[in-house]
């Protein structure tokens, strides 16, 4: 596999997790109908981690479509650089996701 599949992997794997989450979720729902039925919370954990999993889908296809037009925030190594964080001394740093450089921005 080539890094740019890896990263893709990487890129869904809280999806994928979700996903899961949400499928088991929905198993044991009809396990829990009954008259000492807790509520209906349960009912809707599988539907809520759904669209959890749909948000986080979005959000990574968003992500890998930014960095494949190169509109985001990239490192030369061609790795999308996360969320900007202050530094010690007022500098703004991310961290690249896919070889973990840390660069440095601002002063
Ligand atoms: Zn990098």
Do not use: H, K, N
């Amino acid at each position: 596999m080539q890094r740019w599949d890896w990263s893709a992997a990487r890129a869904y794997l809280p999806t994928a997790l979700t996903l899961a989450t949400a499928f088991l979720a929905s198993l044991r729902v009809p396990a829990l109908q009954g008259p000492m039925r807790a509520g209906a919370p349960v009912d809707w954990a599988p539907c809520l981690l759904f669209a959890l999993a749909c948000l986080l889908g979005i959000g990574a296809t968003r992500r890998l479509w930014r960095r494949r037009q190169a509109v985001g925030l990239l490192c030369p190594c061609g790795g999308l650089l996360g969320a900007e964080r202050m530094g010690r001394r007022g500098s703004r740093t991310s961290v690249c996701r896919a070889c973990g450089r840390e660069w440095r921005r601002g002063s």
